[in-house]
């Protein structure tokens, strides 16, 4: 059974960076699909960004050029680096991970979250 545990969200003011971080096990590394969602209250999910096995990265047209995600095989932890954060990044962050992209909502492993708070 995969884990997944969120770490680094918090508090900055508009214009500032965090850098959050998911730590995993449980499941083999290499060949899963890991990404980055985001829900704010009264509003839908939303996958900010995705890394398939292969390093392929895609971005939500709100987040791109602003925010990176990374993994570190080593590690098997995987990364959000957030610049130039706005009062609209505020939400709970997920990290999950699937076999296959396409089925990260329905079959993936996810986090509890972590609180992003952007004051403006």
């Known amino acids: 059974q995969g884990q997944m545990t969120e770490a680094g969200g918090g508090s900055v003011q508009a214009g500032g960076s965090l850098r959050l971080s998911c730590a995993t096990s449980?499941?083999?590394?290499?060949?899963?699909?890991l990404a980055w969602f985001r829900q704010a209250p009264g509003k839908e999910r939303e996958e900010v960004a995705v890394i398939d096995y292969d390093a392929t990265t895609s971005y939500a047209d709100s987040v791109k050029g602003r925010f990176t995600v990374s993994k570190d095989n080593a590690k098997k932890t995987l990364y959000l680096e957030m610049n130039g954060l706005k009062s609209e990044d505020t939400a709970m962050y997920y990290c999950?991970?699937?076999?296959?992209?396409?089925?990260?909502?329905?079959?993936?492993?996810w986090g509890q979250g972590t609180q992003v708070t952007v004051s403006s």
């Open positions: 999950a991970a699937a076999i296959r992209c396409d089925w990260l909502v329905d079959h993936g492993y």
């Open positions: 449980g499941f083999t590394w290499k060949t899963y699909c």
